[in-house]
């Protein structure tokens, strides 16, 4: 499968955003993709070959993440990045979407939802986080302590890509020096680690129950039975919370499920678009 892909960066919102674009001539429909914490585009290389076969794709990078803005003067809240994608596709005058998310990407899908619920038809969210709280006090408060961009760089440097890569993928046979690489690449220049201080003060928290149940769209739940990082009761709840959703559990998987499972995941997606 070879598909032809366009590189592109626009200034949304007041800060640059990268994105790639996959035409698709014989498809109206198209896939909005967004990664997860810590993550990029990169995150879906195995699942767009799929996906583009019978849609248009845009896969986007989330500032402060990938090749996107890293400004620590933009506001990382969930509300603003989802604004900001909301921008985005409006700039790209797309049609018939369907957004997809993963992990952290999968609750900017939900809110975005919240916010314009016009703006697509369905929504898939793969192991998305949901239910958690807004930063702590005490680390909100530290981070305005000058150079706290350091203990952040540390705290990561500490945990390690391969360490939190063997946390995610079920499978360790799977882990490669591409997959190595293309994680760690993001974090290897200083100036993501002042927007990701930014991003824990901006962070005000998950969607309540509440405002989940508003949401109306048929939502396609996707989750790992492994997944460590968002665990599968939380798909369950998340299940029962939205209005009109149905929840596929992949066996022996767990929470990198575009990586894991790309043929399985595009499988689900593609019976869900029919």
Not at 86 to 109: A, C, K, P, R, Y
Not at 131 to 149: D, T, W
Not at 152 to 163: D, E, I, N, P, T
Not at 180 to 195: H, N, V
Request: proline residues 5%; glycine residues 6%; neutral net charge.
């Amino acid at each position: 499968m070879e598909e032809k892909v366009i590189y592109r960066n626009q200034l949304v919102n007041n800060i640059n955003i990268y994105y790639e674009f996959y035409p698709n001539p014989n498809s109206k429909k198209t896939i909005v993709l967004l990664h997860g914490f810590l993550s990029s585009t990169f995150s879906f290389r195995r699942l767009i070959p799929y996906l583009n076969n019978e849609f248009q794709v845009v896969s986007i990078d989330l500032p402060p993440f990938g090749k996107s803005g890293k400004s620590n003067k933009f506001v990382y809240s969930y509300r603003n990045l989802a604004q900001t994608v909301i921008q985005l596709i409006s700039t790209l005058d797309l049609n018939e979407i369907t957004l997809i998310g993963h992990s952290m990407g999968g609750q900017i899908v939900l809110n975005i939802l919240h916010q314009q619920p016009d703006i697509a038809d369905k929504a898939v969210l793969l192991c998305s986080s949901s239910y958690a709280k807004r930063s702590r006090l005490p680390l909100v408060i530290g981070s305005y302590i000058p150079y706290f961009h350091l203990y952040v760089k540390f705290w990561l440097a500490r945990s390690g890509v391969m360490k939190n890569l063997q946390n995610v993928v079920h499978d360790h046979n799977l882990l490669n020096d591409e997959m190595l690489f293309g994680y760690l690449k993001p974090f290897l220049e200083d100036e993501i680690f002042l927007a990701l201080t930014r991003m824990i003060r901006d962070h005000e928290g998950d969607l309540s129950a509440g405002a989940l149940s508003t949401i109306t769209h048929p939502c396609l739940l996707i989750w790992g039975e492994y997944d460590r990082v968002v665990p599968l009761s939380v798909g369950e709840r998340l299940k029962n919370d939205l209005r009109e959703s149905e929840l596929v559990i992949l066996k022996e998987t767990g929470h990198l499920v575009p990586e894991e499972r790309p043929e399985v995941v595009f499988h689900h997606i593609k019976q869900f678009l029919a």
